[in-house]
Each structure stands twice: as structure tokens, then as C-alpha cells.
């Protein structure tokens, strides 16, 4: 079950979501990833934490072949979800990316009404029935703690929310298709701190129904948020454990320095 | 690896210096304050009150830094428990620094009642028991050194016999010689107060226990169970 830094903790089968076997990741000859070993437990928020250029977000982009945009990449290993491998030839990535959704650092509404940010990805599925729309909007905006907020202005332009606001449209925009995982990455960097405890209450609320992997340089916040962390190094995964653990009593030395900021 | 916050390590450097100030500032509170009974001196037992002002002083010193760490530092892992460790243990040791008090009052007591001490109990010898537990407290303190802490709840047992046989020597005392009740009655008290700084001692080293392992133990029961187990 439990090994070296390299084979962290494994979550018992039953609860994994997500796992990782053996990732390798490339950008051209520059290697990125370096065996990572990791279990994403369902229902849970699992923090990846690390210094910059250490390989996190590389990482969560593996998770839904984001990465595959990149030209001149390469990944040996697989990734498990729900026991599937999703980067096996037959793959759907297109059902993947709406089983997995992504939300980024800035908020990326789309140039259009907050309705139609809310539906565009159910109608890219087909779904024209105007009145199954609407629910499906209300419901999500609900989810995203922003109905309140945008009820009587879901046809004002995206871009005159504010920030937390937007980040929260894009939260709703990956839930209206109703996601069983939800990456993050740096979701609260260009928000103030009230936008920012918005979106951290939300996740917790989100994590009652789907998996969420976050990825953030706010060591606080990845300790209020998640269940599960893990730290990141030169893109090895040096230690997983429970959150309360592993920012109380760290068992690798590397993760304590970095978490106590003593990186020198 | 170099470290990046050099002025927090300063600041947990000087936390660490205020808790081994009041050790050693108790120390000294403790044999002054057995010898204000022995030697009924009434200027001993104002020493010790004098010191009792620093302890507070330094007591709330510690705690202030303690907080202002904690809001300003956001300490986490070993950091932090150093910081809970150190605003812990200032209450245990204040705590010991009040017993020492008690005693310096009983040598005024004794003083004013025109009384001359007589070792009906060997009260210097005890308290050079709770005196090695407190400088080893401190010791492990600073030096994180598990097997100490260990030393210090085994020496608490010590002390724990010694007060007992103490007692009931003093108690015997007593019976036989009725004029030595009202001194006695006091020796006893003295006997009890080092016993109970004894017990705060041990507080000590269970804080200092998870300081180093990140691990609350009641280490005092945990002995005492395995002890009878092992009988």
C-alpha cells in the first residue's frame, strides 16, 4: 500500500476516482513528470502544492488530456478514471473533457450572455429545448452560489460580472454538464480574498457530489480546502497524505521545508 | 537546504530564549524558596516573590510572541508545534513558579511565628528532584532529545515516592511529638507543592514529546500502564 516517495499513499480501490500509474510527461526532450504515482479519492478535494515550474499544473492537465494540445509532448504511464485508462487509443476525449472539466487561474467567460456561458457546453452536447436550459442554467448557477447575484441580469454580458463573479460563471459553465471531476488550477490567484473564501466554500460544498483536484501556490488555502494533499518537486511527487498530516507532521523534509517557506 | 525566513527563525530563536529564561529564572525561585524555610528568612521568600513578577513578565512575553507568530507567520508543521509548544509549557512553568511562591511564604510563615526549622524530612533533597527535572525539561527543550523527556516522567515517579514516604514520616513525626505539629503541617504542605511541580514538569515533557513527534501522549499514564502490565 505504501511505499518510497515515489509510491505514495494508495487510496483503497473502492473510494479512487482518479489513478495515476507510472506518469512520465514530456515537453519535447525536457522530461517534466517523473513516475507519478497518485490516487484521486471520489468525493474528496485533493490539493497538489509545489513551487512553480515544479510540474503541478502539467500534471492536473494530464488528468484531462489537456495537454494534448501542446505540440511535441509525450506521456508514458496511464491514468486511470473509474478504472479506464483515458488515454487507451479508442478514448473519447470529447466525453472525457465533459466528465472532467477545467477551470483556469483568470476567469474566461466566453463574449456572450452569463445565460449562454451557462449552456453553451449542454447545447454543444445537443440539448435545444429552451425550457430545459433555463433549468439547467438556474441549477447550475445554484451549484456556483451565484444565482442570487445573477437572476435578474442572466442577459447582461458575461465581462460586467466582477472577477469572483466570472470565476464563478466558469465554475457554473463546467457544472452544467454536469462533471463527475473538477480540475482547478490556481482557481483564486486573481481574485481578492472574499472572492476567494467564496470559491473556497464552494469547493467544499461541490465536494459532497464531485471530485476535485486543485492546483495552488496558497499553501493556506490548499490546507483549508482539501482532504488530500500532495506535494510536487521537480516534477516528482515527493509526499501525499491527508492535508492534516502532511501540513502538521510532513514525513519527506523537502515538504516541510517548502510548506515552512524554507526553500532556499 | 538554506532557509528563506531568517527573521522568523530569529523570532522562534528568541521564543525559545524567553521559555529557557523562565527555567532558569524557576530554578533559582525554587532553591531560594526551600531555603526561606530552612533557614526561616524573610528577605529569601521576598527574593522569590521579586521573581515570581519576572516569571509573569516573561510568561506574558511568550504568549504575545506566541500569537503574534501564529497571525503574522502562519507557522505550520514543526514551526507551529514549536510555537504550541512554547505557549503551552509558559503555563506549566508559571504554574511551578506559584508553587515556588507557596513555599517561600511557608519560610515567612515560619519566620514570623518565631519557629526554628528542624529536618523532620530532608525538603532540600526533594527539591533537588523537581530541580534536575526542570533543568532536564529545559535541556530536552531546546535540544529536542526524546530519550530526556523519557528520564523526566521516570523521575517523577521518584519524586512521587519520595513525597509519600515524606509524608507519612512527617505525619509519624508529628503524632509522636505534638509541638511539632504546626511546623509539620507545613513541611508536609512544601513536600506537597514540590510534588505537584513535579506533576507540571511532566506536562512539560509530554508537550515537549509532541514537539518532537507531532504526537499528543499522555506519557505519565502510558508509564504507569505499561509498568502495572509489566508487573
Known sequence: ?264 | MGTTRALFDEQLSQLRSHVQEMGTTLDTMLETAVRAVTEQNEALTSEVLAAEDEIDRLDALVEEACLRLISLQQPVASDLREIGTAFKIVTDLERVGDYAVDIAKIGRRIARRGLLYKPIVDLPRLTDLVRTMLKDAMIAYVARDPAIVQGIVAADDVVDDVYHQYRDHAIEAMRQDTTLVYLGTFVVLATKYLERAGDHLVNVAERVHYLITGELVPLAKVRKRSMTHGA
Open chain 1, 1 to 264: 500500500m505504501q511505499a518510497g516517495p515515489q509510491s505514495p499513499v494508495l487510496a483503497p480501490a473502492d473510494r479512487t476516482k482518479i489513478a495515476v500509474r507510472g506518469l512520465n510527461f514530456y515537453y519535447g526532450g525536457v522530461q517534466a513528470l517523473f513516475d507519478n504515482n497518485l490516487d484521486i479519492c471520489q468525493r474528496e478535494v485533493t490539493a497538489l502544492i509545489g513551487p512553480s515550474g515544479c510540474g503541478k499544473s502539467t500534471f492536473l492537465r494530464t488528468l484531462n488530456r489537456m495537454n494534448d494540445e501542446i505540440p511535441d509532448t509525450r506521456l508514458t504511464g496511464q491514468v486511470l478514471l473509474d478504472g479506464q485508462d483515458i488515454y487507451a487509443p479508442m478514448a473519447d476525449k470529447v466525453l472525457l473533457r465533459r466528465r472532467v472539466g477545467m477551470v483556469f487561474q483568470k476567469p474566461n467567460p466566453f463574449p456572450k450572455s452569463v445565460f449562454e456561458n451557462v449552456v453553451y457546453g449542454p447545447r454543444v452536447h445537443g440539448e435545444n429545448r429552451r425550457s430545459r436550459l433555463e433549468e439547467i442554467a438556474e441549477a447550475s448557477l445554484r451549484r456556483a452560489a451565484l444565482w442570487e447575484e445573477v437572476k435578474d441580469s442572466l442577459h447582461k454580458s458575461a465581462f460586467e460580472l466582477s472577477g469572483g463573479q466570472q470565476q464563478r460563471l466558469c465554475i457554473a459553465r463546467v457544472l452544467a454538464v454536469e462533471p463527475e471531476v473538477l480540475l482547478m488550477d490556481e482557481p483564486c490567484s486573481a481574485l481578492d480574498p472574499v472572492s476567494t473564501f467564496r470559491i473556497e466554500e464552494l469547493m467544499r460544498e461541490l465536494a459532497n457530489e464531485i471530485t476535485i483536484v486543485i492546483v495552488t501556490h496558497n499553501m493556506q488555502q490548499a490546507a483549508r480546502v482539501s482532504d488530500t494533499t500532495g506535494f510536487f518537486l521537480k516534477g516528482e511527487l515527493i509526499e501525499v497524505g491527508p492535508t492534516e498530516v502532511l501540513f502538521s507532521r510532513p514525513r519527506d523534509k523537502r515538504t516541510e521545508d517548502y510548506i515552512q517557506g524554507r526553500f532556499g
